[in-house]
């Protein structure tokens, strides 16, 4: 129950609009729901819930990411039929196989910059390093350098 209650501590690392952190969350020996929050949503910025579900999604990806550091697999379920709320269904179960990671090494890292961005163009070695790198199906990328470096001036 402690390792699970670790791997929640993981997920509400993940970052949200104005960090409300829009779940809850329960744990019962190996599982754990990740329920929406919809008393921390933002109405104005987010009247369709649309960010706070894909900030749910980034917790379960956040408390994933632990698990599998701590050599635990999950199964996950959205949204089961059999519960009571709307909530993703994580069970966990322990294995033997190690995955370090250094997107774990990276939650804790993580933090908010409210300042502004500085206003300079995208050198064209980070541009073409950007473009060499291999893609998903369905994910593309700008070809026109300048451009990206003109949207960036804007």
Known sequence: ????????????????????????????????????????????????????????????GNLIIAAKYACYDSKIEYFPAGEPNECLLVTMKRTNTVKDNNLFRAIPEWHSNQQGYIKQQIPLANLNQLESVPKETGVTSLSQKQDVQRRFRE
């Open 1 to 60: 129950m402690q390792q699970m209650i670790e791997f929640v501590r993981y997920a509400t690392r993940t970052p949200s609009g104005h960090n409300t952190q829009p779940w809850r969350v329960s744990v019962k020996d190996d599982t754990i729901r990740i329920f929406p929050d919809f008393t921390r949503h933002l109405l104005v910025v987010d009247s369709d819930n649309r960010e706070l579900y894909i900030r749910l999604g980034c917790a379960l």
